[in-house]
């Protein structure tokens, strides 16, 4: 059974309704913001992605009731639309003064492909979660974020849409502008088509927990059939080179902290240990841990066999720093673990440890893309939270609805 990307017939908002029905991404999203959208917006999709922010004490079986019922008022009362003929969409998001173009398409998902690789661990709650949500509404509401660094080049294209008036353009919270084009001639259909046969591997940036789900789904359904059955994959999938990568630091809150000691157990594993102020780290090896009013500078490829023991640095923070094994007297046990997303500067993590939030903040330097993919390639994967892309696609402006 061929690997394809293909075009397809999405449901995406009418114009005058984009911006209620959108979601934009959580960690975006401020609780003022997110107030809003509880109060003032009836069609948005968190009612189909996230009942309970709308009722928090609404149980399982009602909560994939009211997905799927308002689901069905969106498209009842037209304020999502089913497009007519099956179409590409150029997708670009602005942010940082930097355009990142990208393509919206369907793929033929195979279990136990080996075309899409991963890169980071889940929360099996998480996935869980969506695949319900898909199995209830039939929908893929936002797509899972590919990349590829085959030398496939769309920039003709890309140039061509640009001049174009787009379907939408409209700024989200978090200051991501959002442009959208539809590609329905069969010609250029053809020819994306044709271009995206050349790609041997995407690699999921963001959107593992949903395709975990898909791959759930996938078993589920193949379990029913004697041969295996296809089903759609909603992607966005952009080149490698344009995606931006932040990281996602660490907050640590310990049940016992002994200051000395950590610092102590942070002596006896690496060499190179400066108290400094804040310098942002360039490369990896490099983080700066913060605690007891003070920035230390912490080179972790100073412990040369522990380095290259773990892929990344954040495996190092969490499996031996934060877990404190050089540590005899463990004393320092764990209570409670922060992801912060890299949007939030250093002084965050000054504000959460000194307010008593935290006893240490890790500001932790971003994977390159090339890394993700080498660790992908190989099979690898590392620890939740590693890798935070921002910009990236919103649920809601284009959706896949599955015949399953």
């Known amino acids: 059974m061929a690997f394809t990307v293909n075009p397809f017939m999405a449901y995406r908002p009418k114009k005058s309704r984009v911006e209620e029905v959108v979601l934009p991404t959580f960690d975006n999203l401020s609780d003022k913001q997110l107030n809003k959208i509880l109060k003032e917006t009836e069609y948005n999709f968190l009612n189909v992605v996230s009942p309970q922010a709308f009722y928090p004490n609404i149980s399982k079986r009602n909560s994939r009731k009211h997905a799927f019922d308002h689901l069905n008022a969106m498209i009842k009362n037209k304020i999502i639309l089913k497009e007519k003929t099956e179409c590409f969409y150029i997708y670009c998001l602005n942010k940082y003064n930097k355009n990142q173009f990208g393509i919206v398409a369907s793929i033929d998902f195979i279990q136990g492909?080996?075309?899409?690789?991963?890169?980071?661990?889940?929360?099996?709650?998480?996935?869980?979660?969506?695949?319900?949500?898909?199995?209830?509404?039939?929908?893929?509401?936002?797509?899972?974020?590919?990349?590829?660094?085959?030398?496939?080049?769309?920039?003709?294209?890309?140039?061509?849409?640009?001049?174009?008036?787009?379907?939408?353009?409209?700024?989200?919270?978090?200051?991501?502008?959002r442009s959208l084009w539809r590609v329905s001639d069969k010609n250029e259909i053809k020819n994306i088509s044709k271009k995206f046969s050349y790609v041997k591997k995407f690699y999921i940036a963001d959107g593992h927990h949903r395709y975990a789900a898909i791959e759930n789904l996938s078993k589920k359904i193949n379990g029913r059939f004697k041969r295996k059955k296809k089903i759609s994959l909603l992607t966005a999938i952009f080149d490698y080179k344009s995606v931006n990568i932040l990281s996602f630091h660490r907050l640590v809150k310990f049940k016992r902290f002994d200051k000395v000691k950590f610092l102590d157990a942070l002596n006896d594993k690496f060499l190179t240990i400066k108290k400094k102020k804040f310098e942002t780290p360039r490369e990896l090896g490099n983080l700066m841990?913060?605690?007891?009013?003070?920035?230390?500078?912490?080179?972790?490829?100073?412990?040369?066999k522990l380095y290259s023991k773990y892929e990344t640095d954040i495996d190092i923070v969490e499996k031996i720093i934060i877990k404190n094994r050089s540590n005899k007297n463990r004393t320092n046990y764990l209570s409670k673990l922060v992801?912060?997303?890299?949007?939030?500067?250093?002084?965050?993590?000054?504000?959460?440890?000194?307010?008593?939030?935290?006893?240490?903040?890790?500001?932790?330097?971003?994977?390159p893309m090339k890394k993700i993919m080498s660790i992908a390639d190989r099979g690898k994967i590392v620890p939740k939270k590693s890798t935070y892309f921002d910009p990236k696609p919103a649920d809601g402006l284009v959706n896949l609805l599955m015949e399953i």
């Open 289 to 304: 841990i913060y605690f007891n009013n003070s920035w230390f500078s912490v080179s972790l490829r100073s412990n040369e």
């Open 113 to 177: 492909n080996n075309k899409i690789l991963k890169h980071e661990s889940i929360y099996k709650s998480r996935s869980d979660s969506i695949l319900q949500t898909i199995e209830h509404t039939k929908m893929q509401i936002g797509p899972v974020y590919l990349s590829y660094k085959d030398e496939v080049d769309f920039s003709s294209i890309y140039k061509k849409y640009k001049i174009k008036k787009p379907l939408y353009k409209f700024k989200t919270p978090g200051g991501t502008t």
């Open 339 to 367: 992801n912060l997303p890299g949007k939030f500067n250093h002084k965050k993590l000054v504000q959460e440890v000194d307010s008593g939030n935290a006893d240490v903040g890790f500001f932790i330097c971003p994977l």
